[in-house]
């Protein structure tokens, strides 16, 4: 079976009862997601799924980070709200991707991490999955996992491996509005011309996950930390010779 993965917050419980359901399955997963952004975010969710997957045993395949494509297939749809054609167009290509490389890998079954997010429509993912299956003639695996206790059980499991617990869905297209209601400054986009690595910025906690990891890997036990403090951004600056 081959699982689209989106993110570890949703995929370390969904892997778990996946392993649990399906003993005799060769489980794969399947890091396919073009739609976020910036690149960064993206090395460092990938970074914690790698770490999530190896804590589960879980072999874990990285899809082409093929941007410019899927900006290309959401054109026009930039302003659509959160759950609204967009991600339908998003879910779309995401999971006929990842219905290709499980025919290429040999597999006769897939599923998909995103039916436990709960900002995800379920109805929306099981019509994609189904349309897929009969397209592709492969086994589409609906589970609901969020219902009852999941997303409690899903939070718990989060905090006690020390996942990475992102603030938005990755879509640049969804955390602009999402920044705009929240009268904050979008500055996931901010990237330094010198490299510097500002605080709070995504590269502080893609260096902080790796540090995780490495403790990890040497057996020394650590806390994670959140602390709030007084941030900045230089906007804008002159510089002469």
């Not at 790698?50 to 054109?75: P, Q, R, T």
């Not at 995401?94 to 040999?106: D, F, P, W, Y």
């Not at 330094?192 to 020394?220: C, F, G, V, W």
Request: glycine content about 4%; aromatic content about 10%.
């Amino acid at each position: 079976m081959l699982v689209h993965i989106c993110c570890s917050v949703d995929s370390h419980y969904f892997l778990q009862k996946i392993q649990e359901e399906y003993p005799n399955e060769k489980i794969v997963g399947y890091f396919y997601d073009p739609n976020i952004h910036p690149y960064s975010e993206y090395r460092l969710r990938y970074l914690d799924v790698e770490y999530s997957c190896k804590k589960l045993g879980i072999e874990l395949i990285e899809g082409e980070y093929d941007l410019d494509a899927w900006l290309k297939s959401v054109k026009g749809l930039e302003l659509e709200p959160e759950k609204g054609d967009r991600c339908t167009v998003c879910f779309d290509k995401r999971l006929e991707n990842t219905v290709q490389k499980a025919i290429e890998l040999g597999h006769t079954s897939f599923t998909t991490t995103l039916l436990i997010s709960p900002k995800k429509s379920q109805d929306k993912l099981e019509t994609i999955g189904n349309n897929l299956s009969n397209k592709y003639e492969i086994e589409w695996i609906f589970k609901d996992y969020r219902s009852g206790n999941g997303s409690q059980i899903q939070g718990e499991l989060v905090k006690e491996n020390s996942l990475y617990r992102q603030n938005y869905c990755g879509c640049l297209f969804g955390l602009t509005p999402q920044r705009e209601l929240q009268n904050k400054l979008m500055d996931e986009m901010f990237d330094p011309i010198n490299q510097q690595i500002l605080p709070e910025s995504i590269h502080e906690r893609l260096a902080l996950y790796k540090q995780r990891d490495t403790l990890e890997e040497q057996n020394i036990k650590y806390k994670i930390i959140k602390q709030r403090f007084l941030n900045y951004r230089l906007l804008s600056a002159v510089v002469k010779v």
